[in-house]
């Protein structure tokens, strides 16, 4: 399974490590002409669902040039500024080679955490250094704190303003990742169903994923059908993390209440067939993070890993699973994906 969320949670906890160094004592650094800020396509985001945001720092003409390497963090602070969930990267430009003038920009979709926390967050930005110990860049802006800069406000909702998802056959239980107990994953079986809430609208279906990519005779493909009417393939090339984002219209989700959304594997694995270790389970992909968003709330989305969903004629092929009926009142979801920094951060920022 790919490293690369792990190192993501890796370098999250090492920035959430830095805020606990003291401040006191520190020598009064002049400020840098740099101003971070930020921008959401939600303002409103219930728990547990999806943003795709943009972090910029813009250098200005006095900007100095600095000697070692930094990482950007964002962090989202609840009422009483306590971390939430953070996100941070290694930005494509390093920071050592920013220059006057110029913005330096990244692009993230964020998935957001499931917390007993609804409110008002507070969203700060700073440059931490990438070996994790040793003071933060000062920067132009309000600093609430450990150099943390105050760039946008978002309300947190509840959970129940998002799109009910039931798991149903082909999921095995939720596992935490080893690299971070809170970030819990679902390994799929070759099959996998999902039901949703069948919002009449067009929607967006995030998936965010890995497998085990040395364990196939040939390169995985995954096909995701919507509704047993369209669908999408998604060749899976290596091991590393994709997200993948479906746009579907409405006319393929149909006129019942519930819609189905189904995983298909053109094969799957079992690690002690392969003598990968001792786990006789029939494995398919890895489930990170699984949102179905309303189109009209996400506003326009492009780049890699946008997909359209089309009519697939061969979807009548796929092996038929049990029928789906409506979830009772009761029906609970499974949780595949809490998310990164589940567990609260009791932490200043």
């Known amino acids: 399974m790919s490293s690369g969320r792990a190192r993501k949670s890796a370098l999250a906890l090492a920035v959430l490590a830095g805020m606990t160094l003291a401040s006191c004592g520190r020598r009064k650094a002049d400020i840098n002409d740099v101003v971070p800020s930020f921008s959401a396509n939600q303002a409103r985001v219930p728990l547990g669902s999806a943003i795709e945001t943009t972090f910029t720092f813009t250098t200005g003409p006095q900007f100095k040039k600095v000697a070692q390497e930094f990482h950007p963090f964002v962090h989202f602070l609840d009422s009483h500024n306590v971390v939430l969930f953070a996100e941070s990267y290694v930005p494509p430009t390093p920071v050592t080679a920013w220059e006057p003038g110029k913005a330096y920009t990244g692009k993230h979709t964020v998935f957001v955490p499931v917390y007993p926390y609804v409110g008002d967050v507070t969203v700060v930005m700073g440059l931490a250094p990438a070996a994790g110990r040793g003071e933060r860049v000062a920067l132009k802006g309000e600093d609430v704190g450990l150099r943390a800069y105050k760039v946008a406000k978002l309300e947190l909702l509840p959970q129940t303003e998002n799109i009910f998802l039931v798991y149903k056959e082909g999921w095995h239980s939720p596992e935490a990742s080893a690299a971070n107990p809170s970030l819990e994953r679902t390994w799929t079986k ?160």
Do not use: C
């Not at 219209?249 to 079992?270: C, H, I, M, P």
């Open 190 to 349: 070759k099959d996998a169903l999902v039901s949703f809430k069948n919002p009449k609208k067009d929607i967006v279906i995030y998936l965010e994923a890995d497998t085990n990519f040395k364990a196939f005779a040939q390169p995985p493909v995954l096909t995701l059908a919507v509704a047993g009417k369209a669908g999408v393939k998604i060749p899976i090339e290596n091991a590393e993390v994709f997200l993948r984002r479906i746009r579907v219209k409405a006319d393929y989700l149909g006129t019942e209440e519930w819609s189905d959304l189904r995983f298909s594997l053109n094969q799957s694995f079992v690690p002690k067939a392969l003598g990968l270790n001792q786990d006789d389970r029939e494995l398919g992909i890895m489930v990170y993070h699984l949102y179905v968003g309303e189109a009209d709330k996400l506003g326009e989305m492009s780049g890699d890993g946008v997909l359209d969903a089309e009519p697939m004629p061969d979807l009548a092929k796929l092996t038929p699973l049990k029928p789906s009926p409506a979830p009772s009142a009761s029906a609970k979801p499974a949780a595949p994906g809490k998310g990164a920094g589940a567990k609260r951060a009791h932490k200043k920022p």
